[in-house]
């Protein structure tokens, strides 16, 4: 099975065509339908393993954007005790979730 390691917003995933991944969510072009990941640090398919110093020339994986997604909500409590302060608030992260169509390299 042909797999790839690529960097995006500072972590790396192990990609395999059909995989679907929640990365950081960034403004797109209206009515984008695909994104292309650049930074591909390993290739491997049958006829073998390819290591980039730091990335592989020419590579590319290429993405079907499936849409906006929310993380689960997540509540930051604040107080201090004996004075009758309290505040609570939360935050949801937004990703954008991707399907992974084909290896390129």
Do not use: C, W
């Amino acid at each position: 099975m042909a797999y790839a390691i690529v960097e995006d917003s500072g972590v790396q995933f192990k990609m395999q065509p059909g995989d679907k991944f929640e990365i950081d969510l960034r403004p797109l072009p209206e009515n984008a339908a695909a994104i292309t990941f650049d930074k591909v640090l390993l290739i491997s398919n049958d006829s073998g393993v390819k290591i980039g110093q730091p990335l592989v020339e020419g590579a590319t994986v290429t993405a079907k954007i499936l849409g906006e997604v929310k993380n689960e909500k997540v509540y930051v409590e604040r107080f201090t005790r004996r004075k009758g302060f309290h505040r609570r608030v939360g935050h949801r992260q937004r990703y954008l979730a991707v399907q992974i169509e084909a290896i390129n390299g």
